[in-house]
């Protein structure tokens, strides 16, 4: 018997006792196979519009519609949704800007779009029905150089279609309630309501043409 049968042997025996105990090393797992690259590859160049949820909030299945706050409690949220309000503007977008702090039924309308019983912090970037993302995701998309693409179809700015002008209240989409001039409440005469609430003696009640700010949508481009 020459060296290497006994060599081989010993292995043999060696092997055997390993295993007999449970401690045969595993081969090990190759992660990276060839034929997994191009599925990875593929997942990573897909557009992201393919990939958006569709998270459709109302009126927004031809347009691009941004969710904000002009409240400054918090200077990140704030500044958050001016920088994504400017990068949209640089685009010449025509784009509905919708300010939670307006108005709490916008709030509402996020959180019901965006679902899963959380609080949903603006801004949060809509397009063509589309949940795009927040403040993160748009700026990556733009750095990606992927954004300007999400927007082709919509109209612009200056153009007949994305003509935003508004002479009733200056794009601001509310105006002061015209029934209690902001106040939120009027005067109760007889069962029915005196606009203004002002003089008469009878009792305040809920102004129900405003909301909890004493503004009311305009009536022109809303």
Request: proline fraction near 5%; charged fraction near 25%; hydrophobic fraction near 35%.
């Given at each position: ?10 292995k043999e ?80 977008v025509a ?128």
């Amino acid at each position: 018997m020459n060296n290497s049968t006994v060599v081989s042997s010993r292995k043999e025996r060696f092997l055997h006792k390993l295993k007999l105990i449970g401690l045969v090393p595993q081969p090990q797992t190759n992660y990276h196979l060839n034929k997994t690259t191009p599925q990875i590859k593929e997942a990573e160049e897909e557009p992201h519009d393919q990939v958006a949820a569709v998270r459709c909030p109302p009126g927004g299945a031809e347009a691009a519609i941004l969710y904000t706050t002009s409240l400054r409690s918090i200077r990140k949220t704030f500044e958050d949704c001016h920088s994504i309000r400017f990068l949209l503007q640089s685009f010449k977008v025509a784009f509905q800007e919708r300010d939670v702090a307006m108005d709490l039924g916008f709030r509402d309308e996020l959180w019901k779009v965006i679902g899963g019983g959380g609080r949903v912090v603006p801004p949060r970037l809509f397009v063509r029905g589309k949940y795009i993302g927040g403040a993160d995701e748009v700026i990556t998309l733009h750095e990606q150089g992927k954004l300007r693409k999400l927007f082709d179809g919509i109209p612009t700015v200056g153009s007949p279609a994305g003509n935003c002008g508004c002479a009733g209240c200056g794009n601001l989409r509310f105006v002061v309630c015209t029934n209690c001039n902001g106040r939120r409440k009027v005067v109760a005469i007889g069962g029915g309501e005196q606009e203004g609430g002002g003089g008469g003696g009878g009792d305040f009640v809920r102004c129900l043409e405003c909301n909890e700010n004493g503004l009311m949508k305009c009536r022109i481009c809303s």
